[in-house]
């Protein structure tokens, strides 16, 4: 009788030289972001100034260690995401390569100077600090809504009801803000926050119990949330403004409001609540008994169902806990950039946050460089329009071709897939293989 030779698992740790190699990349890539930070940073202080005098300049302004403290974080995002997605990276390259090319071809056929025009898009937001300060705090708000689609989306739930949570989620924040008594600032900060998730929390769970409980579609409850929620929003907002105001708005929030860290811009220490939102988001997908659900109903519902895994409770917990997250955008809409309430405060921002998850492949730890690409784009295009005079509807055509792409090169792979789980029965080998994370859900 002959023994049967060793097999080896799929899912077996890589060799010592190969670990060896990735430690090695992975030195190599924070040493390159921090170098290349470094520089970016000496460019956007320095406001302009060239030679060692910009570098001289850049070190002595007050503002050098915090700016460079952000690029650096720029930087190690842009490193998740070549190690989240791998080769998909160089795909999001060509196809930015690609917008941006048939943005051009437009340009030099309605525009006098489209050098000096793609110039404006391309380094406007890197020419001075606040503008610089505006696209960090546009891809803040970009991160967390991103985060928040980018869950349900693990599920295969395609809910857009973050517009509506962003909304409430902001009134319930202001409020606090306005009419709880003076408290300590992390304290009344602390309270804010959570009264924006909890009602987050609540208008998630409606479509969440409709989808699992009735099976109604989850898009079309949460598309008739949202204009609800705004009717809401703006009712309050009538009646809490100042009789003198000419519109609805309300006070200047004077309480609760997120320290500003960057002298000029908007940029707080609401970074510390995205970066947690980032790790945890990951946290719970990829090593939480419920982020395993979550995966597992996305991969196949009927296998999870038939594997003994309560699909309703975790289609209702997908559903709120994505609520939380786009009540956190709306906390820091109100708190740190309006610092007030407006009507529309978050001007679209969630169906934005769709198009950077799917850029980002619905994975938590890629979302923030989606983020920061696709703000740099939101941020560039003013910016355009105002050096270079091209009138705001070009520039809306050229976010919108850039967009068109994006989403089309999304899609593209997340419609595959969709198509070869439908074709092909999930083993349950491959569902082993999802719950780990080998098996990348769209």
Not at 18 to 24: A, G
Not at 48 to 64: D, H, Q, R, V
Request: charged share 10%; net charge positive; glycine share 8%.
């Amino acid at each position: 009788m002959t023994a049967a030779a060793p097999t080896t698992s799929p899912m077996a740790s890589p060799s010592p030289r190969r670990r060896l190699t990735q430690i090695v990349a992975a030195l190599v890539g924070v040493l390159l972001a921090f170098a290349v930070s470094f520089v970016l940073t000496v460019h956007v202080v320095a406001a302009g100034i060239t030679g060692s005098e910009s570098i001289s300049k850049a070190l002595s302004s007050p503002n050098f260690n915090n700016i460079f403290g952000f690029n650096v974080l720029v930087g190690l995002a842009l490193l998740l995401f070549i190690i989240q997605t791998g080769w998909g990276a160089l795909r999001v390259l060509l196809t930015v390569i690609a917008a941006l090319i048939i943005g051009f071809i437009i340009m030099l056929i309605i525009s006098k100077d489209p050098f000096k025009a793609y110039n404006a898009l391309l380094t406007g937001p890197l020419s001075r600090s606040n503008r610089w300060g505006s696209w960090i705090e546009d891809a803040m708000g970009l991160t967390l809504v991103g985060l928040a689609i980018t869950l349900v989306f693990r599920a295969q739930l395609f809910s857009l009801g973050a517009e509506g949570q962003i909304a409430l989620g902001a009134m319930a924040a202001g409020l606090v803000a306005l009419f709880v008594p003076p408290l300590p600032l992390g304290v009344h900060i602390a309270l804010a926050v959570l009264a924006a998730c909890v009602v987050g929390f609540l208008w998630g769970l409606i479509p969440g119990v409709l989808r699992a409980y009735l099976n109604a579609n989850e898009l079309v409850s949460t598309l008739m949330l949202n204009p609800i929620a705004a009717l809401i929003y703006s009712y309050i907002l009538d009646r809490i403004r100042p009789a003198n105001a000419g519109y609805s708005v309300s006070d200047p929030l004077t309480a609760a409001l997120w320290p500003r860290i960057i002298t000029g811009t908007r940029i707080t220490t609401a970074i510390f609540f995205v970066i947690a939102a980032v790790f945890v988001v990951w946290l719970i997908i990829q090593r939480t008994p419920l982020g395993y659900e979550i995966r597992m109903i996305g991969a196949n519902i009927r296998f999870a169902r038939y594997g003994g895994i309560n699909t309703k409770r975790t289609i209702v917990l997908a559903m709120v806990v994505s609520g939380i997250l786009a009540g956190l955008t709306g906390a820091y809409l109100a708190l740190a950039i309006q610092q007030k309430l407006v009507l529309a405060i978050s001007g679209g921002l969630a169906f934005e946050g769709v198009v950077v998850a799917l850029l980002a492949r619905n994975k938590p730890l890629a979302v923030p460089a989606m983020a920061l690409l696709y703000s740099y784009l939101r941020v560039g295009g003013p910016i355009m329009q105002t050096d270079a005079t091209v009138s705001l509807e070009v520039v809306r055509v050229i976010q919108s071709i850039i967009i068109l792409l994006f989403t089309a090169e999304g899609l593209v792979a997340f419609l595959q897939e969709r198509r070869a789980l439908r074709r092909q029965p999930l083993t349950e080998q491959d569902a082993s293989r999802v719950a780990e994370g080998a098996i990348i859900q769209p």
